[in-house]
């Protein structure tokens, strides 16, 4: 028998089965587990929206079912899939992309944490740098080389996530997504040329 949390939830790894790349985690609750098992695609239960999530409907990105497995516990699920495409929200393959040096680096201490438009101009180096250097497994640099026809739908995609959050009046998903729509919005800035303080000048002449 699964052994589901206090709150009906139980942990769900996702897995490319093909890759064996660990592509996300998420959590099922029980109608999600009996959604996911009858539909042969991967269902969720949100926890910031509180709703049950079928993986790909905004996106197009489903989660096919291969296999699901549990732990010696029964207290994890295992769901090996074949994906439509990316996992991650940010449109990474999978939503591991960082190392945990690279995620402590992106969160300073809080009494070192910049504010306001420093956190956009750090944000907007560190996508600068990132397109410059090209690193290997670049969330950034990948994005910018596949044209800014891509980036741009990326942030409409983003967009029209901000839309969604906003009417089910959620206030963590709203700070995610528009943090999200920042973001990409700065790998647009980046992709065409155009410098952050730019905008700046153009958001200071609006004010006056």
Known sequence: ???????????????????HQVLMVAYMNEESLRKTVESGDAWFWSRSRQELW????????????????????????????HPDGPACHTGAVSCFFQSLDEAKAAEPEAEHRPAGSEVID????????????????????????????RVAKKVGEEATEVIIAAKNQSHDEIVWEVADLWFHTLVLLEASGVPI????AELERRRK
């Not at 028998?1 to 890759?19: E, H």
């Not at 079912?65 to 699920?77: E, H, P, Q, S, Y």
């Open 54 to 81: 079928h993986k790909g409907d905004t996106s197009g990105n489903f989660q096919h079912i291969k296999t699901l497995r549990v732990d010696c516990d029964a207290d994890a699920i295992l769901v090996e899939v």
């Open 122 to 149: 750090e944000l907007a180096g560190v996508i600068a740098q990132r397109h410059r250097d090209n690193p290997e497994g670049s969330y950034v640099a990948g994005l910018i080389a596949q044209g800014i026809d």
């Open 1 to 19: 028998m699964l052994k589901f949390d206090r709150d009906g939830l139980i942990p769900a790894i996702v897995q490319d089965q093909r890759t």
């Open 197 to 200: 303080a730019d905008v700046y």
